[in-house]
């Protein structure tokens, strides 16, 4: 139990914050029930994709910046290809939008591995090129999502306690993460952010490894634009603001930025309770302006959080 709790110790604590930030909620709100965990679970899905993206590529020791517009780039695409399409047309616009993520991923990888240079100035400059792809796709916001696609987040699946949105991400994460987690390029990718050159003396491919990283990261973010267009019936060909909450959520989540440790279960709490927060300013009636004065606070003061503590590591 106590190897237990020493190992899961930051989770269970993240886990007890977004409890009593939830029961905070309720007494702020007396009306806030079933139906608000479900529009606050819908409104968080895009972002947790976003930060599960984000932490796959911090845990193999590097970051993509072009997250929020590689989501852009398979929001529109989805949102062009199914306005007016047919039930099983739709179907094949999924599969083909997650295969675009992949692409988009590996594109970003490969260049990466190939050029050498630093994947932070590397991921920059694929922002401007995905986002550019989105608007040549799509000008301004239009498009359509399969009304069979929009049912799977929207209400509840059985008990009204248990929003569709959460049983998507739920599945999503386990059908892609608990497998990879532990196979062999699951245990590579944790092995090159650890120590590349530890890992490329056991035999890893280190730049297949990295690559096939930033392509699960495009995944990930293939599918967080898949449910922005879900939530909102249409593409949005301008990046939202996912960049530095994925990166805060990713942090407070306990994934070490220098790569090597962390899951996704952790950001994935953080990620709501980020969201919680935003919206209790907003019930506390709380000004716009200084709402996201307060947000953007917290996120560069976790941000530099796990960088402080990543330099620590680095010297130890």
């Not at 190992?7 to 939830?22: D, E, I, M, N, Q």
């Not at 399409?85 to 939008?97: H, L, T």
């Not at 096939?212 to 267009?229: K, N, P, Q, R, V």
Request: a positive charge.
């Amino acid at each position: 139990m106590n190897r237990f709790a020493s190992k899961h110790g930051w989770t269970l604590g993240l886990l007890a914050l977004l409890v009593a930030l939830l029961a905070f909620t309720r007494v702020i709100q007396p009306d806030f029930g079933a139906s608000g965990l479900e529009t606050l679970t819908r409104a968080t899905l895009p972002f947790a994709f976003a930060t599960a993206a984000m932490a796959v590529v911090v845990i193999a020791g590097g970051i993509d910046l072009s997250v929020a517009s590689m989501m852009a780039v398979a929001g529109v695409t989805a949102a062009v290809l199914m306005e007016g399409a047919s039930g099983g047309a739709s179907v094949a616009v999924v599969g083909f939008v997650l295969l675009l993520g992949v692409i988009m991923g590996a594109i970003n990888g490969a260049l990466i591995v190939a050029t050498r240079v630093p994947d932070i100035v590397v991921t920059l400059a694929m922002l401007f090129v995905w986002e550019g792809v989105a608007l040549l796709i799509l000008k301004a916001p239009g498009g359509a999502a399969s009304p069979w696609l929009r049912n799977l987040i929207v209400g509840s699946l059985g008990a009204d306690w248990v929003p569709k949105s959460f049983v998507l991400l739920a599945l999503c994460l386990a059908i892609i993460w608990l497998p990879l987690r532990r196979s062999r390029l699951g245990l590579s990718i944790y092995a090159i952010g650890s120590d590349e050159l530890a890992a490329y003396r056991s035999g890893i491919a280190i730049g297949w490894t990295r690559i096939a990283a930033y392509a699960i990261c495009g995944l990930f973010a293939a599918m967080g634009g898949l449910a922005l267009t879900m939530s909102t019936g249409n593409g949005e060909p301008i990046p939202g603001p996912y960049l530095m909450a994925s990166v805060a959520a990713v942090v407070l989540g306990g994934v070490v930025l220098g790569g090597g440790r962390g899951a996704l279960l952790g950001p994935i709490i953080a990620v709501f309770i980020l969201r919680l927060v935003r919206m209790d300013l907003t019930l506390l009636s709380v000004d716009p302006n200084v709402t996201t004065i307060v947000e953007g606070s917290i996120m560069v003061v976790v941000v530099m959080l796990g960088a402080v503590l990543a330099s620590r590591r680095r010297r130890i």
